[in-house]
């Protein structure tokens, strides 16, 4: 989806609602204690803060960025306030849990995925772009892999136990596989992927798949098969760094597992729905959510409960 090419109106005094990029109405969550409303189908409207094109300068906001389309989200390895926010135009930071922002770079790129694996390596991935970066984010390189027909990601993540291991759900196709840090793709599922919008892989192997169609699905054989684990519409999905069996699902609401996604229980809804979500590495009772109301809920006791980013007590 493009970026709208159109004078940009001043924001409005009740921010608009996000939208993901779905292809159907979603289900309410099923098997939960308590049952979500459907995510509302509201067009975007492209308004916000004046981004430099040239990327790395804008002024800085309260609260979150007045953008088309919040994708994805990641939390520093070593500073659980430092945010990256993946958006329809790019790269935003925050440096104080999500108050403020400030377009930070990679304007034009749709950064619908975020992946930080191990030391400074990030990935970037989404709508036509698929890209590296070596060094935190400060510099960025193209990735123009064999075997992956087109770049049109929508679901990209990393086995933690090998990171030059790959997933990327190419929008349309299917689920693609990597054995080599990226360098060439092999199909590994014609049937999953194709849709997918949340993409996660398991330390015992286990890839997480959300798929708006056909709900939440786990493959425990690289992708070759594949079981139902929610009749829900699943948005995002985050894996705890210390304890992998405590699992967080967005869509809508937030759901939390603690036994690896066999059973779920709804621990917030969000009548707007919710999208990206991180968990904190050297905090891991943290983790954060973006609604599509265009707000930033925090979590500090392992995604229990919640609180909206700026009214903590």
Do not use: C
């Not at 693609?176 to 919008?197: H, K, N, P």
Request: a positive charge; proline letters at 7%.
């Amino acid at each position: 989806m493009a970026t709208p090419k159109t004078k940009r109106p001043r924001p409005p005094k009740r921010p608009a609602v996000q939208h993901p990029k779905s292809r159907q109405a979603p289900p309410a969550w099923r098997g939960y204690a308590v049952a979500a409303a459907a995510l509302v189908a509201v067009a975007g409207i492209a308004i916000g803060l004046v981004v430099s094109r040239g990327g790395g300068s804008a002024r800085s906001s309260t609260g979150l960025p007045n953008t088309p389309d919040y994708h994805s989200l990641l939390v520093n390895p070593k500073n659980p306030q430092h945010l990256i926010l993946g958006t329809h135009i790019g790269l935003y930071v925050s440096g104080d849990g999500g108050r403020h922002w400030r377009f930070d770079s990679l304007s034009g790129s749709d950064a619908m995925n975020l992946a930080r694996p191990a030391g400074s390596t990030i990935w970037l991935a989404g709508h036509e772009v698929f890209k590296k970066s070596t060094d935190g984010g400060v510099s960025w390189t193209d990735v123009r892999p064999d075997g992956l027909r087109g770049l049109d990601i929508h679901g990209f993540a990393v086995d933690p136990r090998r990171p030059a291991t790959l997933y990327a759900a190419l929008a349309g196709q299917g689920l693609y596989r990597s054995a080599d840090g990226g360098r060439s793709f092999t199909l590994a599922s014609r049937d999953v992927g194709g849709a997918v919008m949340a993409l996660a892989v398991l330390p015992d192997g286990r890839i997480l798949a959300g798929d708006p169609q056909q709900g939440l699905l786990v493959s425990r054989d690289g992708g070759r098969n594949w079981q139902r684990l929610l009749a829900a519409q699943v948005m995002g999905l985050a894996v705890n760094p210390e304890n992998p069996a405590r699992l967080l699902a967005t869509g809508t609401g937030i759901a939390l597992s603690s036994d690896g996604g066999r059973s779920w229980r709804s621990v917030l809804d969000l009548p707007d729905g919710a999208g990206p979500v991180a968990w904190s590495k050297s905090n891991p009772k943290i983790a954060y959510v973006i609604g599509f109301d265009r707000t930033l809920y925090r979590s500090t006791d392992g995604g229990q409960s919640w609180q909206t980013v700026g009214e903590e007590g």
